[in-house]
Each structure stands twice: as C-alpha cells, then as structure tokens.
C-alpha cells in the first residue's frame, strides 16, 4: 500500500518521489512535476493545489546540499547518490538480465535501451515516442549497459534490442544518421547517443538495412 495515500503531496513527499523517479537523470520541471502528481494520486494521494510549481522549488531546496543541479535553462540534474539502495551489481547466481529482442550474428553488437519512467512519461502525453539510447560494444553488450547505468540510477535500464553484427561502428552510424535525418536527436542530453523515438521505428531502420 502507498503510504501516502489519503495525504496532500508536500514538499517532503515531492522530495521522496523526485528521488525515486529522477534520481541520476536529466528532466525538466513540468516532467517532474506531471510524473509525480500522476503517480501521487493514481497511488490514492491527494491534490489540493491547482499548481505544484511552488511545491517543485520548495522540494528542490530541500535537495540543494544533496546532488541536484540546473545546469542550463529548463534542464535539472539530480544526483541523490545513495548507494545502499542504488548500487546494482551482476553476479553469477543472480537473476539474469536479458534483452527482450535480438537479431543478427557477430562477435559485436549494437544496443538500444531506456528507462521506464521516460516511456511512462510519454505515454501520459499521448505521445509515441520517447528517448532511447543507441550504442555500441566490442563486449558482451549486457555487461556494457550495465557498466554504464548500474552505480549511477535507481531504476534498471529497460534493454530492448541487440543487433549481433560484424560491423557495430556502421551499424551504430546508420542508425544515427537516419534517426538524426529524421531530426530525432537529443542534442541537450547527455553524450550523443539519446534519440527521441521508439522500439517500432528502430526495428523498421534495422529491417530496411539488412534488407537492401
């Protein structure tokens, strides 16, 4: 059960929720806020505000000495950091971690992963598409995600789809490049690998490659 349930959305419990839906990541305020008062009532919260905005900043300060940043206009960074409950390690008798869709053969790869909050995020806005990193690893490609995601975010990546291949440079390349034709690149996020589309469209660009 919720244990905010029946009780006003504070600063203190937007706070809490901020951390466990934000922490490590990159987002704007109305993202934050639209997230969190969804999940709030959904969960049997309440509401008594017609604005939170008030509510964010006063929750934001609260954060101050703790990992949050604006690093540029509309942008917020979080990084909460605390490692007894962030910290995901693979061990060998763990659950294992697998991707919901490969293709291809080779000793390379190509990776497509996201998180779940973004893709909820999108779904509340009646949107179809939402960001998706694409990248790519001489390694096995599960471990690099993991290596780039594990100590950093509260939340797994959602590891859609590896493209096993014997070329990752040009298959990662092609990807970008027809995803930034169609002006689908996030430029403001961090490193060059984030696009803003989605499961069904990758698998479309990576049918039309192999096809031709």
Not at 49 to 71: C, E, Q, V, W
């Amino acid at each position: 059960m919720y244990k905010y349930a029946n009780i006003e959305l504070t600063p203190a419990i937007f706070k809490e929720l901020l951390i466990e839906k934000f922490d490590g990541m990159q987002f704007k305020r109305p993202d934050a806020i639209k997230v969190i008062t969804e999940y709030h009532t959904n969960n049997g919260g309440i509401l008594e505000k017609s604005s939170y905005i008030g509510t964010f900043k006063r929750a934001t300060k609260m954060l101050k000495d703790s990992g949050i940043t604006n690093p540029s206009y509309g942008i917020w960074q979080l990084n909460y950091k605390e490692p007894e409950t962030r910290i995901y390690k693979v061990e060998k008798n763990e659950e294992k971690i697998k991707a919901d869709e490969t293709y291809g053969e080779g000793k390379v790869a190509v990776y497509v992963y996201y998180y779940d909050v973004y893709k909820e995020l999108a779904k509340l806005r009646g949107e179809e598409y939402f960001p998706c990193k694409i990248g790519r690893t001489d390694v096995e490609p599960l471990q690099r995600i993991i290596s780039q995601s594990g100590t950093s975010y509260p939340e797994r990546p959602h590891i859609a789809l590896i493209f096993y291949c014997d070329n990752s440079s040009y298959l990662e390349a092609t990807f970008h490049n027809v995803l930034k034709l169609k002006n689908k690149w996030i430029k403001d996020a961090p490193g060059v690998e984030w696009f803003k589309t989605n499961i069904e469209e990758i698998k479309t660009i990576y049918n039309s490659i192999i096809n031709n």
